[in-house]
């Protein structure tokens, strides 16, 4: 069973109300990273994503600069494959009403500061690392954006200018139990204005979003034991059930029964019997059934529903034929049923299993020779 | 190659192994095809698909045998069962001939007795 959780943590690392008339020029350093570590079993997703907003009213012209580091801390074990993808991009949005008057300048840089056996790419594509590894390793990867904003309005402009960054590492790993992560830019945001603006804000807010796809261990809720292969071969013969961790809602199987070996007998009343009878056991064909009260039911797609409370009726019901009774045995019978037909008796079958019930028919006993008759037995089980 | 029954599904608790059912097990599509036919002769056939399999199995068993599918029935006749065929093939199934009848039918050696049980089954292959 696969469970994907999705949780998002948005904080506003800082808002600076620009005083007129100063210059822009601030230094923010700040790490987003999970407050814990965070045991992951098999993470699909994680992402930091930085919004930097800067609203600038009557703003003259100058420069922003703006350094962004993303790092990956990982931990990876030697023996199991991994397949790591890490995208940053920056994306730059301009709604400035003279845009003529904007241009933007970015250089992109990468350092790799991990083992040989990684791969580095510009950043501009999607790092992607697939591959075995072949020794414990323990790394950062590193990715240095900087862009300059240049700016050069009119002083009569309206600028809002938003520059997003997002590192997004998408991580397959694959046989692991436990996969610690910690995603973290560290911005530096530099801006120098040539004039002085007289309103400026500059807001930085990070989105950190991670997805978490979690294996359920499905052996914590099936209780199902295989047998050994020196089981089975007695296993269909034999009374051996392989039951595992049961949950209640069914009835348990119980262990299995003494067979033994008994003539049929029927004795009344239930609990102290007075009266008995001893007849032989019967022939084959008898029959053991059982009648459960249940729906089955077909949709109009033809889907098959089956239901039945456990509370509803069930019945088990025992049909035996005993043959060649002779002229007492006979008698015997008649006169036991004279008196506990329709009532409560024991029954001691041929197996020495004894079942309380009723017989819930009138045998016939036929005569097919001399000494020699046939009765039938229905015997319902109380429950 | 040994059958399996497992309930209840898909929270397995409790299997029992089973020794092959006899021949002439019959196994089939739930499909329904209806045929009319117009005045002139025109034959017009109407298919209802349905992506169940219906089993009939008639296992021959051990009165200990009997005894341990006469309780699992008892306890999962109402949950819908895994079973693994003689074949190989796994399906999820339910039970669905009501009621069950166990027939002493005749005697064995080394068991006193072989007990017969019909079971109908229908479900679906699992992967």
């Known amino acids: 069973m696969t469970v994907r959780v999705t949780q998002q943590i948005v904080e506003t690392l800082v808002v600076i109300p620009l005083v007129s008339g100063s210059n822009l020029d601030l230094d923010i350093s700040t790490t987003v990273a999970f407050a814990v570590p965070v045991d992951i079993v098999s993470p699909v ?75 580095a790419d510009s950043l501009t594509t999607t790092i992607g690392i697939a591959e075995e590894i072949l020794a414990d390793l323990d790394g950062d990867l590193s990715a240095n954006i900087k862009t300059v904003l240049q700016l050069n309005n009119s002083t009569q402009d309206i600028q809002e200018q938003a520059l997003t960054t997002s590192l997004v590492l998408n991580s397959v790993m694959i046989d692991r139990e436990f996969f610690t992560d910690t995603l973290s830019i560290v911005l530096t945001l530099v801006a120098e204005l040539v004039e002085p603006p007289l309103f400026d804000t500059v807001s930085i807010i990070d989105t950190l979003t991670v997805q978490v796809e979690e294996n359920i261990d499905l052996t914590t809720s099936i209780g199902f034991r295989l047998a050994s292969v020196a089981d089975i071969g007695s296993d269909t013969c034999q009374y051996a059930p392989q039951i595992g961790t049961t949950t209640g809602e069914y009835a348990a199987i119980p262990a299995a029964p003494v067979l033994g070996h008994a003539i049929l007998t029927l004795s009344y009343p239930v609990g102290s019997p007075t009266t008995s009878v001893t007849l032989r056991n019967p022939q084959f064909g008898n029959l053991d059934t059982l009648t459960y009260n249940r729906i089955n039911r077909q949709s109009r797609g033809g889907k098959l529903i089956v239901f039945a409370d456990p509370d509803w009726p069930k019945s088990r019901r025992l049909e035996f034929t005993v043959p060649t009774l002779n002229q007492t045995q006979v008698d015997d019978l008649l006169a036991f049923l004279a008196i506990s037909l329709g009532l409560p008796i024991t029954l001691t079958d041929w197996q020495n299993r004894n079942f309380d019930g009723v017989i819930t028919n009138e045998p016939q006993i036929i005569q097919v020779g001399d000494c020699a008759s046939t009765a039938n037995f229905i015997f319902e089980m109380l429950p | 190659m040994t059958f399996h029954i497992s309930a209840p599904f898909p929270g397995l608790e409790t299997t029992t192994y089973l020794p092959n059912p006899a021949l002439s097990d019959v196994r089939k ?31 021959n068993l051990t009165r200990a045998k009997g005894l341990e599918l006469l309780e699992f029935i008892h306890s999962y006749f109402r949950a819908t069962w895994s079973i693994l065929d003689h074949n190989g093939v796994r399906w999820k199934v ?34």
């Not at chain 1, 800067?54 to 023996?79: C, K, P, R, W």
């Open chain 1, 45 to 119: 997703e994680d992402s930091v994503a930085t919004a930097i907003g800067i609203t600038e009213t009557l703003i003259d012209s100058g420069q922003v600069d703006v350094d962004i580091n993303t790092a990956i801390a990982f931990d990876m074990f030697a023996g199991e494959p991994n397949e790591v993808n890490i995208k940053t991009s920056i994306g730059i949005t301009n709604k400035a009403f003279d845009t003529a008057a904007d241009s933007l300048t970015t250089s992109v840089g990468f350092t790799n500061e991990t083992a040989d056996n990684f791969v």
């Open chain 2, 29 to 59: 599509r739930k499909n329904q095809v209806d045929v009319r036919r117009a005045m002139d002769g025109t034959m017009r056939t109407y298919l209802k698909t349905n992506n169940d399999y219906e089993f009939n199995y008639t296992f």
């Open chain 2, 94 to 127: 339910n039970l669905t001939n009501n009621p069950w009848q166990f027939i002493s039918d005749r005697a064995a050696q080394p068991v006193i007795e072989i007990v017969g049980i019909p079971l109908v089954f229908e479900g679906v292959q699992l992967p």
